[in-house]
């Protein structure tokens, strides 16, 4: 086991081959046609979007919550 691990750490990491073996369309299956750029393009407007409806929330919450303060209140003052 030792001259296993002694001529693993003897090869040199991380080297993998710079290309790879062209794709062969024909040889490919149906599910090659998908396509992942892998980059969101609308996280910017999806953020901004997810903020203006998180404090529209917290507002509403926070509304709710005074009117419900103020009721009773004005039922303890009844």
Known sequence: MKATW???A???KNQTAK???PIDPLACGAA???S???EDLSVYDRD???KAQMK?????????????GSET??????
């Open 19 to 21: 290309r790879a073996t």
């Open 10 to 12: 003897a090869q040199p």
């Open 32 to 34: 090659a046609v998908q």
């Open 73 to 78: 209140k004005a039922e303890a003052d009844r």
């Open 56 to 68: 529209a929330w917290t507002q509403q919450q926070m509304a709710e919550k005074r009117a419900a």
């Open 36 to 38: 992942f750029g892998g």
């Open 48 to 50: 901004r979007l997810q």
């Open 6 to 8: 002694d001529a693993q």
